[in-house]
C-alpha cells in the first residue's frame, strides 16, 4: 500500500479469502467500500452467495454484474468450460495453466473502474498475490501498473484525481492473507474457495490445498469443512 488514504473503494469480491481479506483492510483504514461481484458464466455460483455474506458482514452494498454469456466465448478453462476437468491435487504450473479465464481481471477492473467514476470513488481494488504470478498474467505487477495508466488515460477528467488500481497482497503469499485476515477479523467461514462448488469445500482441488496450506502455514485454525481430509488426516 502507498500513503494514500483510501476514502470510497469498489473491490472486485470473489467470495474468497483474498478479495475479502482486501475489503476488510480498506474497511479498516477508515474507506467506504462497495463489493461488486461478476457472473461471467463460472461454472459454479456459489462463491457470489458468499461474497454477498461478506458485504452483510461489512454492511457494505453488493452488486452483481450480469455477464454470464462471457463463460461461452470464453472456453477451454476448468472454471468457465464443464468439458474440462478440474485438476484435484497441489497445484502445478500446468494444472494452474487450466484454470486461467482469458483476460479476466482485466474485464472485471475495467467495469469497476467505470462504477468508480460513477460513484467517485477514488480507490479500485483486487485480491491477486504473489502465488498467483507464475501463471495468471492479470495478476502481476506490471499489469496492476499498466492496467492502472490505462484506466486515468481512459477516464481524464473524470476519475479522481487521486485515483488508485490496489492489490494490497500483490506481494505476499496466502499464508500471509490469512494471517492478515484473522488479524482484520475476516469471517473466513463465510469465504469460498473450491472451483467445484459442492456442498461442502472438496478438499482435493488445488485452491482446495491451497486455503488449508495457507491456514497451516499461518497457524491458524482452518474453520473450513472439507469433504475429504488431508493426507494423514482421519
Not at 498474467?137 to 473524470?158: H, K, M, W, Y
Amino acid at each position: 500500500m502507498t500513503g494514500h488514504v483510501p476514502r470510497h473503494a469498489v473491490v472486485i469480491a470473489s467470495g474468497g479469502l483474498d478479495s475479502s481479506a482486501v475489503a476488510y483492510l480498506l474497511a479498516s483504514q477508515g474507506a467506504r467500500v462497495n463489493l461488486l461481484s461478476f457472473d461471467y458464466g463460472q461454472r459454479h455460483r456459489k462463491e457470489l452467495q458468499y461474497a454477498a455474506l461478506i458485504a452483510e458482514q461489512l454492511g457494505a452494498p453488493h452488486e452483481v454484474v450480469e455477464l454470464s454469456g462471457l463463460g461461452r466465448l470464453l472456453g477451454g478453462s476448468a472454471l468457465t468450460d464443464t468439458t474440462v476437468v478440474v485438476p484435484d491435487g497441489h497445484y502445478s504450473d500446468e494444472s494452474m495453466r487450466i484454470t486461467v479465464v482469458p483476460n479476466r481481471n482485466a474485464i472485471m477492473l475495467s467495469v469497476a473502474a467505470g462504477v468508480a467514476v460513477a460513484s467517485k470513488a477514488d480507490v479500485v481494488a483486487f485480491g491477486a498475490h504473489a502465488g498467483d504470478h507464475a501463471i495468471y498474467p492479470d495478476c502481476r505487477p506490471a499489469f496492476l501498473e499498466q492496467l492502472a495508466a490505462t484506466i486515468r488515460v481512459g477516464n481524464e477528467g473524470f476519475l479522481a484525481e487521486d485515483f488508485q488500481l490496489l492489490a494490497p497482497f500483490l506481494t505476499v503469499t496466502k499464508a500471509d492473507i490469512v494471517a492478515a485476515g484473522a488479524e482484520l477479523g475476516v469471517p473466513f467461514e463465510l469465504t469460498w474457495s473450491c472451483y467445484k462448488g459442492g456442498d461442502l469445500h472438496c478438499g482435493t482441488c488445488g485452491t482446495c490445498w491451497e486455503r488449508r496450506e495457507a491456514f497451516q502455514m499461518a497457524g491458524v485454525a482452518d474453520p473450513t469443512r472439507y469433504a475429504t481430509a488431508a493426507v494423514g488426516e482421519r
